[in-house]
């Protein structure tokens, strides 16, 4: 059995007053046991995240990193400050990185890397474009991000990643894949990484991500191999991200 696992993404939003907003919601065994519950926020709320969430199940993560390890690179935070402010989880490939900062495959995969060197978790985030979905290139544009990464890794780091399935036309759209929709796609992931390896496949979480909310989230969920979510928007509003995360429980 695959724990779920529910995953915020602040991106460039929030504030120290809401860490302690979800600090203090999630103090009170708020959360269900059986759902993973992570938290992305940006670098400067690291630690005080840590502190509010200190007592709740919730994991803290970063939303990108550098793939250095230290130097002259002015602005670029790696994976060591990372974990030292307490950070366990690190988005790597998130559409936005690939699109407003033109993070390729290599650059993706040697962030990769430098994350698992510092025994942070990466989570791969993949997806189509619109244009991609429309020329029916959906499969061969997600598996071939997946492989660019896996095919670089030996068998202990893949065991290390999670896999975020996000198209990019559903993120911060309103728009939501269907639970079909992205079931065929993680699916094919699944396929996809049990050439690798059967049991890596069968254990790896597949998360779903782009306009997941309260009100979608269980159906998304319900599929067989969506085994949880990265929430964009709906990571901002405690009590919308803690319906989401009961209706993975
Ligand atoms: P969204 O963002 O839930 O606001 O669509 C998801 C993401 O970008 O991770």
Known sequence: MRMPLIAGNWKMNGSLALVEAFGRAFADGAL???????????????EAAGRALGETSVTVGA?????RPSGAFTGEVSAAMLRECGARLVLVGHSERRTLFG???????????????ERLTPVLCVGETLEEREAERTEAVVLGQVEAVFDALDESERARLEVAYEPVWAIGTGRTASPEQAQVVHAAIRGCLARYDQALAGGMRLLY?????????????????????????????????????????
């Open 32 to 46: 269900p046991v059986n759902v993973e519950v992570a938290l992305m926020v940006p670098f400067p709320f690291l």
């Open 63 to 67: 939303q990108t990193l550098s793939d």
């Open 103 to 117: 993070e390729d495959d290599a650059a993706v995969l040697a962030r990769v890397k430098a994350a698992l060197a």
């Open 209 to 249: 991500g782009g306009s997941m909310k309260a009100d979608n989230a269980a159906e998304l969920l319900a599929q067989p191999d969506i085994d949880g979510g990265l929430v964009g928007g709906a990571s901002l509003k405690v009590d919308d991200f803690l319906a989401i995360c009961q209706s993975a429980g």
